[in-house]
């Protein structure tokens, strides 16, 4: 199983960046897949998550409203799309699945990808 985010990059104040999560091995709608983010010096902090079925979506209050996830089931992927950008949003971005989560806390997902720099600078 690899998760692959990718999508990162360099971003002014109030921009936006679409982050992919790619999976191989794995049929991501069998999965809640979740973002999660970690600035350095801070603790992880789970961003967003999609449950199985999509019965759930979950945002941090630090994204919500500017933040929106979504799958496409046909291309295996799921997208964090972002708005609004803001300096405090600068952190490396994971994605991960689970079989059963329902939030985005990281102690319940078993898969996680390799992590894509987002850089909020102006």
């Known amino acids: 199983v690899q998760l692959q985010a990718s999508g990162g990059g360099l971003v002014q104040p109030g921009g936006s960046l679409t982050l992919t999560c790619a999976a191989s091995?794995?049929?991501?709608?069998?999965?809640?897949i979740g973002w999660f983010r970690q600035a350095p010096g801070k603790e992880p902090e789970g961003v967003s998550c999609?449950?199985?079925?999509?019965?759930?979506?979950f945002y941090a209050d630090s994204v919500k409203g500017r933040f929106t996830i979504s799958r496409d089931n046909a291309k295996n992927t799921v997208y964090l799309q972002m708005n609004s950008l803001k300096i405090e949003d600068t952190a490396v971005y994971y994605c991960?699945?689970?079989?059963?989560?329902?939030?985005?806390?990281?102690?319940?997902?078993?898969?996680w990808g390799q992590g894509t720099q987002v850089t909020v600078s102006s």
């Open positions: 991960a699945a689970s079989p059963a989560a329902v939030g985005a806390t990281s102690r319940w997902y078993d898969y």
């Open positions: 999609i449950t199985i079925d999509d019965g759930m979506i």
């Open positions: 091995g794995l049929t991501m709608d069998h999965y809640a």
